[in-house]
């Protein structure tokens, strides 16, 4: 039952990715981050109200969001300031690159799990997951290659380098939700998280772009902006919700997230009208392929 919920996450994380690229071209990227998380914690306020003012609410497992205790909300804080920085790198990165060459790149995500599901949680792999784990590296380097024939040096390129500190960061959020979500009420971790956005964002935004606005991009409202939000809360709830089962396997979930890169990358691609889709399709082909092994070797 996990395996549904994850691949309901791999939906709404595919059209989370083009509405990001759609709010970001030729837009300032702080602003679009933070009109983002404002509209991903307004949805939280509704059951958070009736949590606390409705009697019995406590019945609705899925809306009820318990009060925690100091350590537990200095925990969600410092999950809300790894996210915070894993997205401000990753948006900046999508505004300045192709979504083709962002959405494979963010691919690799599940082998940087795999591995840290390893070494954290003693999650054990079977042959054919080692082989996948090899095959999706081998892919990511003919990937680099293909950069290079548009430019884009993976060596020298600085948006490269941030999409890849995102995606490393991003998957020590991965792992860092297993234990949370393993410890503490799910819904209060992924509602006290979006409320802490909202602050941490206001103070990057204050700090970094509202001095410098002027010589910066210019920030336009666009109605894809609150969207970004909104239908990240929607998948990272059924992430949340795989997460509580069990049997559930972070590498494996992790992996089918990732995975929403077929949506991204295919839709993306064409809307925006990028080069050498064929070459880079065959590639990300063989980084999906990989993502497969592992999954079957489970």
Do not use: C
């Amino acid at each position: 039952m996990w395996v549904i919920f994850g691949v309901v996450s791999l939906l709404a994380l595919g059209v989370y990715d083009l509405l990001k690229k759609v709010s970001l071209n030729n837009n300032a990227v702080l602003p679009v981050l933070f009109f983002s998380t404002v509209a991903s914690a307004l949805l939280f306020v509704p059951p958070l109200v009736l949590s606390h003012t409705v009697a019995g609410f406590e019945q609705y497992d899925n809306f009820y969001i318990p009060a925690v205790s100091l350590k537990v909300h200095l925990l969600i804080i410092a999950k809300a300031l790894i996210v915070v920085s894993s997205w401000i790198l990753s948006f900046m990165a999508l505004k300045n690159l192709p979504i083709s060459i962002v959405s494979p790149i963010r691919s690799t995500g599940p082998v940087w799990t795999l591995l840290g599901a390893i070494v954290i949680y003693g999650e054990t792999l079977t042959t054919l997951q080692w082989v996948g784990m090899m095959v999706a590296l081998v892919f990511f380097y003919f990937f680099s290659i293909a950069g290079n024939k548009e430019g884009v040096d993976f060596k020298t390129n600085k948006w490269v380098w941030f999409i890849f500190l995102a995606t490393l960061i991003g998957t020590f959020s991965t792992l860092y939700d297993k234990y949370l979500i393993a410890h503490y009420n799910r819904l209060a971790v992924q509602a006290y998280f979006s409320f802490y956005q909202v602050p941490i964002m206001l103070l990057v935004l204050w700090l970094f772009w509202y001095p410098k606005r002027k010589q910066l991009t210019p920030f336009q409202w666009r109605h894809a902006i609150p969207l970004i939000g909104i239908v990240l809360v929607l998948g990272d709830f059924a992430y949340f919700y795989a997460l509580t089962y069990e049997d559930s396997l972070v590498s494996i979930l992790s992996l089918l997230r990732r995975s929403s890169v077929i949506i991204s990358f295919g839709v993306g691609a064409v809307l925006f009208k990028e080069k050498n889709i064929l070459y880079k399709s065959l590639i990300l082909l063989g980084i999906i392929a990989g993502i497969v092994l592992i999954m079957f070797g489970s």
